[in-house]
């Protein structure tokens, strides 16, 4: 059996044999978005070092633990914090989880993120809803031996984000009053902020925003045939857009004060999500 199968199963294995159905929806935590998975009821919260082949989070935001329970009527397993390809695990490593997912029949995934806002009319605490990406930098996590029974060796990506997904998101912001941006995501290999050069290409090339994850998972996640949501939370301005020193810190800091913002709205969506 190939190794990375053999890793995917084992690890859906461990998880499924610790929760007590499948999840409706997997949720994707960015940095300093971990208090979504706060909301989860009776929550069940497994560690991811007693996850076999999980890797532990070296990121502050990052806290290590998968959640698995009920969030708005659905049943949702939370990862809260991410695995990043800039911590130094190959994309195979870095795109496991979302595999694992699939593996354990999960249909549907939520991917949140912290980034950079390159678009003009986008300001710190802004909520972005995911349309596209570009994926130029990042190596593709599809590489190597297709896993034929997660999907076909070139897989279509020109509706990633699922354009149903996207019209119920937009209907709930409006039902909340929240005021829900839409727009392209960069990937950036990190973990250095881009140069003002590469925000000036990016922006050039049609990006709204930037960061440092989400685009493995996704592509994997539609490779694996689920349907993805992508919500970004714009912590700052991208290189050279304000005068302003990018720092990991302060990324946190406005996740913290926009957060009840993304959880109202991410409860609101899981609600709907069908």
Known sequence: MNELLLKINQAADYISSNIPCTPDIAIILGSGL??????????????????PHFVQSTVKGHDGKLVFGQLSGKNVIAMKGRFHYYEGHDMSITTLPTRVFAKMGIKNIMVTNAAGGINDDFNPGDLMLIKDHITLFCPSPLRGPNLEEFGARFPDMSDIYNKYLRIMANNAAERLNID???????????PQYESKADIIALKTLGADATGMSTVPEVIVAKHCGMNVLGLSLITNKAAGLSNE??????????????????????????????
Do not use: M
Not at 34 to 51: F, R
Not at 252 to 273: G, N, P
């Open 245 to 274: 020193k990018l720092s990991h810190s302060e990324v946190v800091a406005i996740a913290k004060v926009a957060e009840s913002k993304l959880i109202t709205l991410a409860k609101e969506i899981v609600k709907d999500w069908n």
């Open 34 to 51: 971990g208090p979504l998975a706060d909301e989860i009821e009776n929550p069940i919260v497994l560690s991811y070092e007693n996850i």
């Open 180 to 190: 829900l941006k839409e727009g392209v995501y960069s990937f950036f290999n990190g």
